[in-house]
């Protein structure tokens, strides 16, 4: 059964692959045979005048808020660590069972996807601060076949977790105390298998990534040949400067959140990466940050 699994996930990259080749060959007609209708339209009635909203966050706030997300989210979990540190549980009891192959391997394709998506996508926003040209054309054409792998990873990964990552009153407590992250002890934490901090990680990934894979493909494919949408009076131009507004605010949500996932898996929770290698996590890790899950296990006697 796991054979096909995997034997499946690779017709679908193998899908995919395809047919970003296909779409790659259709010419953009913004810029070509639409061109003088787009502006033409410009600022008319029916347009969306996001002309200098554009203008003015593409070319000043986006950068900046960028940048500082990049440098300071980091910095706060490098002040964490030094004054707080790592959670570090036993390894001498039993380990439980979490995460099947097929869920590590979509986790881990969606993973890698975005460890190319995110320091392309912000080199595409601060094109210019790198000097542009081939450098910056390269970063879009990866961060164009990263999203490929990511959009193959994102349907199954919501099936198999969707359930488990709906809230539960639990979830408000754990924000309340923001998962016991601020302090050295170790008291059980009210969380199912997943705490409210994945919950809000898996939502903006998945729902939120399938809208930045289409705001995405209007960037970058240029044409939107629906009828729903030419009925609306809306221009070709009022479409990509909404997907790119869209797209940029739901990108520096989702590289906040990346780092955090990152260092909650690397240096917040010792060890925590080996779940997502193995399978198992510690039990004492699952007794401590999973509570409720764990005494759900245990009257259902899996330990």
């Given amino acids: ?25 259709h010419p953009s007609a913004i810029f070509g045979k639409d061109l003088v209708t787009s502006i033409l339209a410009y600022d008319k009635e029916n347009s969306l005048h996001l002309g200098h909203l554009f203008t003015v966050l593409q070319g000043k706030y986006f950068t900046m ?5 990049s440098l300071g989210v980091p910095l706060i979990f490098a002040i964490h660590y030094a ?11 039993k380990k439980i069972f979490v995460f099947s192959m097929f869920q590590r391997l979509i ?17 595409m926003i601060d094109g210019a601060y790198f000097g542009g040209g081939e450098f910056v054309r390269v970063c879009k054409e990866l961060h164009a076949v990263s999203t490929i792998f990511f959009a193959i990873a994102v349907v199954p990964m919501t099936i ?19 998962g016991g ?13 997943f705490n409210a901090g994945q919950k809000m990680w898996f939502w903006t990934c998945t729902f939120g990534g399938i809208i930045l894979i289409l705001t995405g493909a209007a960037m970058y494919f240029q044409d939107f040949n629906f009828n729903s949408i030419i009925n609306t009076g809306l221009t070709q131009i009022d479409i990509l400067r909404l997907s790119a ?32 290698i193995s399978g198992y996590k510690e039990e004492e890790e699952v007794e401590i940050l999973h509570s409720i899950y764990y005494k759900k296990l245990k009257e259902e006697n899996k330990i």
């Fill in 181 to 193: 992250y601020l302090s050295k002890e170790k008291k059980p934490i009210p969380a199912g298998k």
């Fill in 245 to 276: 507004i869209i797209h940029d605010i739901l990108g520096m949500v989702m590289v906040a959140l990346f780092f955090t996932h990152i260092y909650m898996s690397m240096f917040a929770i010792k060890g925590a990466i080996h779940s997502m």
């Fill in 65 to 69: 808020l960028f940048f500082a997300i």
């Fill in 107 to 123: 986790h881990w394709l969606a993973g890698v996807s975005f460890i190319v998506l995110i320091p392309t996508g912000i080199i």
């Fill in 1 to 25: 059964m796991k054979l096909k699994r995997i034997l499946l996930l690779f017709l679908f990259l193998a899908i995919g692959v395809f047919a970003s080749e296909i779409l790659k060959e």
């Fill in 83 to 93: 004054i707080i540190g790592p959670k570090v549980f036993s390894h001498d009891k």
């Fill in 160 to 178: 198999f977790w969707f359930k488990e990552m709906l809230p539960i009153k639990a979830d408000i407590k754990w924000l309340m105390i923001l």
